[in-house]
């Protein structure tokens, strides 16, 4: 079975730019997760998507956001950028995330942004 | 704000002996634990999962719970050079819809 993928790798963009990135999960897996990653913060929880509905949104602001499709693929959107946005944007999928246990989610490899 | 802490590290041991990674949580409502390990420049793989109290063992590794204490543990055993990595701590959300990561222990296993 073909794990999670992100698309793209690696990105570069200048500052006030916008960029999208895009997640594909395990095929099955209707819950989308989205992380962001940076040394000094580490892993934080940006939103999480099943069905096409946002259900929880982390402590980021609103330039943050994403969407999910009907095939559960999802992407996340930043708009105007900033240095401190650079970091690895991690995607991660699980079958539902529900059920009050949280479902093991898998990674994908991650978008690594740039913002100079 | 619900919180995972782990000491930073690094923590380092030489082959073959025992690693004790650590991890203390403030959500008494989570329900859910998990470690990863993540090695430099990749992404997190997830290495155990522990619901109930008490522990639980997978080949050389073992987690170990305690909801009262509000603590979790991950014991690898015969450490290895390829062990040596970052390890990271989560916790689910009450909803369940998230994951709280620690900061991440890092792991030096000395040949």
């Known amino acids: 079975k073909a794990g999670v993928t992100q698309t793209p790798r690696y990105l570069i963009k200048t500052r006030g730019q916008q960029v999208t990135l895009s997640c594909s999960p395990i095929s099955g897996h209707r819950s989308v997760s989205w992380y962001q990653q940076t040394p000094g913060q580490g892993l934080q929880f940006l939103f999480e998507?099943?069905?096409?509905?946002?259900?929880n949104k982390g402590n980021f602001p609103g330039r943050f956001s994403g969407r999910q499709f009907s095939n559960s693929r999802s992407e996340m959107n930043v708009s105007t950028l900033e240095l401190g946005d650079s970091a690895l944007y991690l995607c991660?999928?699980?079958?539902?995330?529900?059920?009050?246990?949280?479902?093991?989610?898998?990674f994908g490899p991650g978008t690594r942004l740039l913002v100079l | 704000q619900k919180e995972v802490e782990q000491n930073s590290g690094p923590l380092s041991v030489p082959e073959g002996a025992i690693a004790s990674l650590n991890c203390t949580y403030s959500?008494?409502?989570?329900?859910?634990f998990f470690w990863y390990r993540q090695y430099s420049g990749k992404s997190p793989e997830l290495i155990m999962f522990?619901?109930?109290?008490g522990d639980k063992e997978d080949g050389r590794f073992t987690a170990q719970l305690n909801k009262a204490s509000q603590y979790v543990s991950l014991l690898i055993r015969d450490s290895q050079p390829s062990d040596s990595a970052t390890y990271l701590c989560a916790v689910n959300n009450q909803a369940g819809t998230a994951l709280i990561f620690g900061k991440g222990t890092t792991l030096s296993v000395s040949s």
């Open positions: 522990i619901y109930s109290n």
């Open positions: 991660a999928s699980s079958l539902t995330g529900t059920g009050g246990y949280q479902e093991t989610q898998y």
């Open positions: 998507y099943f069905s096409e509905t946002q259900r």
């Open positions: 959500d008494r409502g989570s329900q859910s």
